[in-house]
Structure formats: structure tokens, C-alpha cells
């Protein structure tokens, strides 16, 4: 995903890239995965969340961490402050269908392109529960299921909330309209389609 947005942008070093929706969890080896990745690219990288990100003062000490608002709150930069605005699997997880549009409009306006990264409904694995197949279901049915299995927490749209390419490219449609030119790409994993990747610039 990373090569596939290097590759659309042509970034340029020193370019300014904003980070949205991080984890402050240092345990796992994919959270925040891309950050390093950015910094070694030459970037001016900085961090926001609506969850606190001061733990990782020490873990990317080349970051400029942005003070948390809290989750409802948009984004503390100006219009069109960043040369790009990335968010790595971070838009399944912002609640309904109308909250994705908006968390995608609010990169938007704070950023000259976009890099988000979503995983794709139709991948046979779902990667959250490593349950397969089962999230095919109608999202009430899959939901009834993971609440009987024990996985309340991701029962809840505000928690997980599933899109497919149709799905992203209508977001897009409708969060950037003529302003920008984008596309969505997808990354194959296991055989089949895994990844959706967005990828957009303010015309």
C-alpha cells in the first residue's frame, strides 16, 4: 500500500504529511506500521488522533504529536494545511456509513492529497476477528453472530464497519465531488482482493 502511494504521488521529500487516527499501543508490530516509513522517505511527519498519542514521544521522537480533541471533534489544523493526509485502516472504525463520508471529508479539508487504507469487505478473512466468511452476512446477521460468539466490542458499528470498493468509491464521490481527482486501488492478500486504498489530490 505504502509502494502503491509512493508510486501515485511522486512524494516529494520534505513534504508535510499528517497522520490520522494512530493507536497509542506499542505492543503490536503493525500499529502504526507506516509511521517509520514516512520519516524514511524524508517526510515532515505529524500524528493525530482523537485518542491520546503522548506515549509515542519516545517511540517517534521525529513526530510532531498534535494534541488530542477527543472523538466528535475535527481535526486541529487549518484548511488545506498538509501536502498529504494519510489514515491506515482507521475508516472502518469511525461508525456509520455517514460518520466514514465525513472522516473522509475532514482529511480532506486539511490536506492537498489523500492516502486512506481500508480493508475490503469481500477478502474471505476478516482480519479484526479472524473469523472467515462470516462477514459476508448481512451486517445485522454478522453482527447477531459476533455478539453470540463472545465479540461484543466488535458487534458495534461505532467499532467495525466493513466497506467494499463500490462502497469507498461512492464515499469518495461524495466526500470530494469535483474538487479532486482520486482513485481507489486494491491490495491482494491470501488470493483475493484485501485491501482498498484511496488516493486522491485536490485539483
Not at 27 to 53: I, K
Not at 150 to 178: K, N, V, Y
Request: charged share 20%.
Amino acid at each position: 500500500m505504502f509502494d502503491v502511494w509512493q508510486e501515485y504521488g511522486k512524494v516529494p521529500s520534505k513534504a508535510r504529511l499528517l497522520d490520522v487516527g494512530g493507536t497509542p499501543d506499542t505492543e503490536r508490530l503493525d500499529s502504526n506500521c507506516m509511521v517509520p516509513w514516512f520519516h524514511q522517505a524524508g517526510l515532515m511527519v505529524e500524528l493525530y488522533s482523537p485518542e491520546d498519542l503522548s506515549s509515542l514521544n519516545t517511540v517517534f521522537p521525529f513526530a510532531r504529536i498534535l494534541p488530542s480533541q477527543g472523538f466528535g471533534h475535527p481535526i486541529p489544523a487549518t484548511d488545506r494545511e498538509y501536502d498529504w493526509v494519510t489514515a491506515s485502516a482507521v475508516l472502518e472504525h469511525v461508525g456509520t456509513a455517514t460518520d466514514q463520508v465525513a472522516f473522509i471529508k475532514e482529511c480532506a479539508r486539511v490536506g492537498k492529497g489523500l492516502f486512506i487504507t481500508t480493508p475490503n469487505r469481500w477478502h474471505w478473512l476478516e482480519f479484526h476477528t479472524k473469523i472467515p466468511l462470516a462477514h459476508w452476512l448481512p451486517r445485522s446477521m454478522h453482527r447477531t453472530l459476533l455478539r453470540r460468539w463472545g465479540l461484543p466490542f466488535w458487534a458495534q458499528e461505532q467499532h467495525l464497519r466493513l466497506i467494499d470498493r463500490a462502497e469507498l468509491e461512492a464515499f469518495a464521490r461524495t466526500a470530494l465531488g469535483s474538487a479532486w481527482d482520486w482513485t481507489v486501488r486494491t491490495i491482494s492478500t491470501l488470493g483475493m482482493p484485501s485491501n482498498l486504498v484511496l488516493l486522491a489530490r485536490a485539483r
